[in-house]
């Protein structure tokens, strides 16, 4: 069955501290990985992509994520918080054909304290 | 550039009614994708539309239709609201070439549904 887990619901992490958001993901074909951001009252905002090579993305607001094959995930990275990473946080994984759909995470809301 | 719009941005209807949503894709894109995100959930797909044709389908019963316009704007409808119908309706737009990278997919603000 094709999934995506995010096995953390809600975590708090001081401003300017390290975070790391877990994805893991279960998919049959060639998976395309997505992180994306929601603000409260808001769409989607796409913070990084993974489809092939380097295995260490970068993405906006100075996010990076690593996928591993091996592990099936496909974890999110900031080495510095800020107060205006407060937002809900949802891996996507998806196949390389239009008419496939992204599969989501649950979701993992992270709250910066100061 | 334009970025995806969708309106309008909040909806209150009662059990029964039918409601249309409306998206407009961003610039050069050409694929639509609707998506329905439940309190506290992940975006579910609900369905896609590409050259006007449905394109790939979701686990949504058939009260849950869609369109989509030359222009590659789309509309979807919903009818006989129940009250689990009551979320945030996501539209996502994309650009098929061809490509490998044609499931990149760019989201609207969506449009929060209320179902009394």
């Known amino acids: 069955a094709q999934s995506v887990t995010q096995p953390d619901i809600h975590i708090t992490v001081s401003e300017g501290a390290s975070l790391e958001l877990r994805c893991n993901y279960s998919?049959?074909?060639?998976?395309?990985l997505f992180w994306y951001v929601q603000s409260p009252g808001q769409g989607l905002q796409l913070l990084l992509k993974?489809?092939?090579?380097?295995?260490l993305v970068q993405g906006i607001k100075g996010f990076e994520a690593e996928f591993k094959r091996s592990q099936s995930s496909f974890n999110l990275r900031k080495p510095s918080v800020h107060w205006s990473d407060a937002a809900e946080y949802f891996c996507?994984?998806?196949?390389?054909?239009?008419?496939?759909?992204?599969?989501f995470g649950k979701g993992t809301t992270l709250s910066v304290s100061s | 550039e334009t970025g995806v719009t969708q309106s309008p941005t909040h909806l209150i209807k009662t059990r029964g009614q039918q409601v249309t949503l409306r998206c407009s894709s961003q610039s050069g894109h050409n694929t639509v994708s609707w998506y329905q995100q439940a309190l506290g959930q992940g975006p579910q797909f609900i369905f896609q539309?590409?050259?006007?044709?449905?394109?790939g389908r979701g686990n949504f019963p058939p009260r849950f239709s869609g369109l989509q316009f030359p222009n590659y704007s789309s509309e979807l409808n919903v009818n006989a609201l129940e009250l689990d119908d009551s979320a945030l309706y996501l539209c996502?737009?994309?650009?098929?070439?061809?490509?490998?990278?044609?499931?990149?997919?760019?989201f609207g603000p969506g449009t929060r549904l209320t179902v009394l």
């Open positions: 998919y049959g074909a060639t998976p395309y």
């Open positions: 539309y590409y050259r006007e044709e449905e394109n």
């Open positions: 996502a737009s994309s650009s098929f070439n061809g490509g490998l990278r044609d499931n990149e997919q760019f």
């Open positions: 993974y489809f092939s090579g380097d295995t």
């Open positions: 996507a994984v998806g196949g390389d054909q239009a008419g496939t759909a992204l599969i």
